[in-house]
């Protein structure tokens, strides 16, 4: 089970915290976001081991850390409008390959 708070209505330029939580042990964590009408991307992951991944629009605004295997954060700065999504907790399991999925958090960026 994975458990996210966080999210909100900021203006642009402003910046936003997501936490997600998990119920066990996981390799790898990190964040995944869908605009309306839109696919669910990649935002970014963080694995226990060190490594990052980012999608372009979020390299050099938004940072990824890990608390241990269960807690990931995201600090998203300087929120443009086109940030404006649902934000997925995604957590994998490499010797399982099991994934998992938050419920999904609202991140609303205005002018």
């Known amino acids: 089970q994975l458990v996210e708070s966080g999210g909100g209505l900021v203006q642009t330029g402003a910046s936003l915290n997501l936490s997600c939580a998990a119920s066990g042990d996981f390799d790898i964590m990190g964040w995944y976001r869908q605009a309306p009408g839109g696919q669910r991307e990649l935002v970014a992951t963080?694995?226990?081991?060190?490594?990052t991944n980012f999608a372009d629009s979020a390299n050099g605004r938004f940072i990824i850390t890990r608390g241990g295997w269960r807690t990931v954060h995201l600090q998203m700065k300087n929120l443009k409008i086109d940030d404006t999504a649902v934000y997925y907790c995604?957590?994998?399991?490499?010797?399982?390959?099991?994934?998992?999925w938050g419920q999904g958090t609202q991140v609303t960026v205005n002018s």
């Open positions: 995604n957590a994998q399991q490499i010797a399982t390959s099991n994934v998992y």
């Open positions: 963080k694995s226990v081991y060190g490594a």
